[in-house]
C-alpha cells in the first residue's frame, strides 16, 4: 500500500512570499491533517479534514494560511504571505475512519526555509 | 488543555542496554497513545498505538504501557541497537483523533 505523499519536499522562499504545499493521503483514508513541526518541537495540528469537510481549523492562522481539501481526497496548504516564523517542516497525515480511534500514517513532510 | 511532556529531552546509552523513555499527560480522557520515530530530515513513522482501554502493546523489541490515573506512558527498548537512534515522539488523541505531541526525545545508541 502507497504511503502519504508530499511535495515539494523542499521550499526556500523569501519573506512575504507565496508558497503552496501538496498532500495525497493513503487511499481510502477518510481524514487527513496537516502539522507544523518547528526546529526541537512537537508536530502540532494547524488543520483537520474529515473528508473535505474542516473538523478543526482552530490553530490556523487563517490571516495567511489557508487549506482545502479537494473532492475528500488531496489536499493543499498555502501561505500568503510567508512570515520567518513559518520556517518548519509541514507534515501531512491520514488515517482510515472518522474516530480518535484510528492511527495516523504521516508522510515525509515539506521543510519550508523563510529568508 | 492537554499537555504532553517527554522526559528525558536526550539520552545517550551503549549498544545493547535497555532503555526506557517516558511520557506524561495532564488530562487522563485520552483516546489513545501512539508513539511515534523521527529520523533527522524524515516524517514520523508509527510504532505502537496504545487504545485508552488498553494497558500495553508490543511489537518486537519494543513495549508501550499507558496508565490513563497517572496520565503516563512507557516506552521500552530491549537490547538497544545503533539502528534505534533517532527521535522518539509521544502523542494522545483528543475526540476529534487531533494527536498533541509532546516534545520528543532524542536517543543515540553507541556502536
Known amino acids: 500500500e502507497a504511503g502519504v505523499a508530499q511535495s515539494p519536499r523542499y521550499k526556500i522562499i523569501e519573506k512575504r512570499q507565496s508558497v503552496a504545499f501538496w498532500c495525497n493521503p493513503i487511499?481510502?483514508?477518510?481524514?487527513l491533517y496537516w502539522y507544523q513541526q518547528i526546529l526541537g518541537q512537537g508536530p502540532k495540528l494547524l488543520i483537520q479534514f474529515q473528508n473535505n469537510g474542516v473538523v478543526d481549523d482552530s490553530q490556523l492562522p487563517k490571516d495567511r494560511f489557508s487549506a482545502e481539501r479537494l473532492k475528500g481526497v488531496d489536499s493543499t496548504l498555502k501561505i500568503q504571505p510567508a512570515k520567518l516564523e513559518d520556517s518548519a517542516v509541514y507534515l501531512c497525515a491520514s488515517s482510515f475512519g472518522t474516530t480518535s480511534y484510528n492511527e495516523q500514517f504521516f508522510g515525509p513532510g515539506t521543510r519550508l526555509t523563510v529568508l | 488543555k492537554q499537555e504532553v511532556t517527554q522526559i528525558p529531552a536526550a539520552l545517550s546509552v551503549p549498544e545493547g542496554e535497555n532503555l526506557v523513555l517516558n511520557c506524561s499527560f495532564t488530562?487522563?480522557?485520552?483516546?489513545?497513545l501512539q508513539w511515534f520515530r523521527q529520523d533527522p530530515g524524515k516524517g514520523l513513522t508509527s510504532l505502537l498505538l496504545?487504545?485508552?482501554?488498553?494497558r500495553e502493546q508490543t511489537s518486537g523489541r519494543l513495549n508501550a504501557s499507558l496508565d490513563k490515573s497517572s496520565g503516563r506512558s512507557t516506552l521500552y527498548i530491549a537490547a538497544s541497537q545503533p539502528g534505534d537512534s533517532a527521535t522518539y515522539l509521544c502523542a494522545v488523541s483528543s475526540n476529534t483523533g487531533k494527536l498533541i505531541f509532546g516534545q520528543g526525545t532524542t536517543l543515540q545508541v553507541k556502536p
Open positions: 487511499s481510502g483514508h477518510a481524514t
Open positions: 488530562d487522563s480522557a485520552i483516546y489513545n
Open positions: 496504545i487504545q485508552s482501554s488498553q
